[in-house]
């Protein structure tokens, strides 16, 4: 059957007009890029030049980078950032941000998240902290890594709301499981115990095998308190800066407002 269809298609080629039929059936298997392209080279005049294998060809490759493209764009869109479009390209090096462009540059690159390093963001409100994570989030979505972007606030209330309905488990997991998790307004309000435990759980499951992005007003040397400054807000702030690196933005200067 397989043969059949090739040697149609060769036939459909050597003809150099497009089968409606064929065309029809490429969309109906899912093969949407190739269909586009093979819909293109009917409007190419001399595409009856190349051979049957080197128009296959091209229409394998147009499949394979619609497939690679899409997968993207999924990824992208199930990450839920709060900035989808932010682009490394678009972060503003203004001079009273102080930011270090050879380091955003660096991380674009995904390395840290090869390493399973950790990325601290600090800054006042409006600095951006939440652009640049989402940009090199983006990054990493164009490198096909699974991320996912949440507010701390919004992650502690569905894990509590998980044990209630019996798939806190499940919800947990998401989160230790990404390649690249964002966590933002990250200590913004205190935690309490429970939230505490399960921010560890989180970070001690994803120590040393991914990368996390912690975005945050707060100077690193007050999270401890903000973690209960006993021994869990030891564990949980060995598990961040072991293995990390910052980002300090500074200005007074909203980017809401330049």
Request: with cysteine.
């Amino acid at each position: 059957m397989i043969a059949m269809r090739l040697s149609e298609v060769h036939h459909i080629m050597e003809e150099a007009a497009m089968n409606r039929d064929t065309y029809d059936k490429m969309i109906l298997l899912k093969l949407k890029g190739m269909a586009k392209a093979y819909k293109e080279q009917d409007e190419i005049e001399d595409i009856h030049e190349l051979t049957f294998e080197q128009r296959l060809a091209l229409l394998i490759d147009a499949e394979t980078d619609y497939k690679h493209n899409h997968k993207i764009e999924r990824l992208i869109e199930n990450a839920n950032f709060v900035e989808s479009k932010a682009s490394v390209t678009q972060i503003k090096y203004y001079a009273d941000r102080q930011l270090n462009k050879d380091q955003i540059e660096r991380l674009a690159t995904n390395e840290y998240i090869n390493r399973h390093e950790n990325l601290i963001i600090v800054g006042a409100t409006g600095s951006g902290k939440s652009y640049i994570a989402c940009a090199l989030g983006v990054e990493a979505c164009n490198a096909t890594m699974k991320v996912m972007y949440v507010r701390l606030p919004d992650l502690l209330a569905e894990l509590d709301l998980a044990k209630v309905q019996g798939n806190y488990r499940k919800r947990i997991n998401q989160y230790i499981k990404c390649d690249l998790l964002i966590l933002d307004e990250w200590l913004l309000i205190g935690t309490n115990n429970a939230e505490q435990q399960d921010i560890l759980e989180i970070l001690e499951k994803r120590y040393r095998i991914h990368s996390t992005v912690f975005c945050s007003q707060f100077d690193v040397a007050g999270w401890h308190s903000k973690l209960g400054g006993g021994a869990l807000a030891d564990a949980i702030m060995d598990r961040i800066i072991s293995k990390s690196q910052t980002i300090k933005i500074f200005g007074d200067k909203s980017m809401r407002s330049r």
